[in-house]
């Protein structure tokens, strides 16, 4: 019952049905006791002196009246009793008069000695509840259910209709990180949501666009005046190669920014892909360049994914392996229906108050980023921007014999 649309209809329906049970119950209880006695002893009493005043002579059969030796059965109602015998003698019979409830069923019976000392017995007027009053009970109830859970389902979906908006913006965030358009219609407090969703939206691909462009132009412009720096270079006669170093860092950390810029603006088609094969295909290229790369156990599994955008990906991680950790393993298995890539090294690891930050652009371990290593320290950034748009997540491990895992995880289709 986590859902909130579940939650308000669960409420709206207890809501109703519990006013209407409650109300329901009152009438019933009113109307089980039958009218009161105010009512029914002055008619009983009024019956009665038609009666004895009728006799000795013959008795109607619409005053429906029994004669007996005796009283009726039963237990006397002591008010009914009284009220009944102070009537009478205000209209100047004295008669003696009983009230009593019947025996096993309910109702009253009233009971009074005539002159000649016989009883005259007629039933006090009550109301009997109908036949099969549990089951038009029950029909009724079943009649309240459906209506309250009908308009409860109504107004819920109103209600909540907003909180849908936002869900649904938020599921079509695309891989550059803004809202889809909202159209703003139906009712104020709709549209003014969407408003503000396509607000938001349009302020964000504002920033998006105006970061790539900075990052881009800022790779873009590094390279005239490296280029004159490199040429000047030439002509030291001291620290020359020291120059030429820091001249060639500053490059691939421009070329790096243009590359993380490039991914997340082009978006290649997104197909199945023999994951399987694209591994063994990146490793032999890695072998050929030099990388210590060895292959563990792959399985047969297949992703959707843009094919140069995740072989890039995969060609960063396996390097970022090969390089760091000296050496590498790769298994592919396929587990709950998810492709499950994990490339492991023997390096030294990621501290583990670092590891959360290794995905950062220009990240490196060594706080005095000395190169031992080419490299601008894009890589993991790079291919975390692939490998997230196309679904899938990537995460760092330390390794418990040493050494770095990398998993990639993709819905296997």
Known sequence: MNSLRRRLILLLVISIVGVVGLATAAVI????????????????AQQMELVARLLPGPIPDVLRVQFTDHPAAGKVARAETEMLNDILQRR?????????????EPGQTASVQLPDRRWAIMDVPHLKPPGREWLVLAGWISLIVAGATAVSVYFTSVLIRPLEMLEAAVSKIGS????????????????????????????????????MRLVAAAGHDLRTPMTRM????????EE????????????????????????????????????????????????????????????KVSVRAGALGLRRALRNLIVNAATHG????????????????????????????????????FFRVDPGRQQFIPGAGLGLAIAKEIIER????????????????????????
């Open 240 to 299: 020359r190669d020291k120059w030429l170093h820091d001249l060639d860092e500053l490059d691939r950390i421009a070329d790096s920014a243009i590359r993380l810029v490039r991914e997340e603006v082009n978006q290649d088609a997104v197909e199945p892909l023999d994951l399987e094969k694209m591994v063994r295909d990146i490793s032999a290229e890695m072998v050929t360049l030099g990388h210590h790369v060895s292959i563990g156990h792959l399985d």
């Open 390 to 413: 196309y679904g899938g997540t990537v995460t760092l491990e330390n390794r418990l014999g040493g050494g770095l895992a990398q998993t990639v995880v993709f819905k296997a289709v």
């Open 326 to 361: 000296k050496a590498c393993g790769i298994d592919l298995a396929l587990a709950d229906r998810r492709a499950v890539l994990t490339i492991s090294d023997n390096g030294p690891g990621i501290p583990p108050d670092l590891i959360n930050k290794a995905f950062e652009p």
């Open 230 to 237: 490199r040429l000047r270079a030439e002509f030291l006669d």
């Open 29 to 44: 209880s009113v109307r089980g006791g039958g009218p009161p006695p105010e009512l029914t002893v002055p008619w009983i």
């Open 176 to 211: 550059d990180g803004v809202l889809a358009a909202v159209p703003e219609v139906g009712s104020a407090e709709v549209k003014a949501t969407a408003h503000a969703l396509n607000q938001l939206s349009s302020r964000l691909r504002v920033a998006m666009e105006s970061r």
């Open 92 to 104: 100047g019979l004295d008669l003696l008069a009983i009230i009593s409830e019947k025996p096993g």
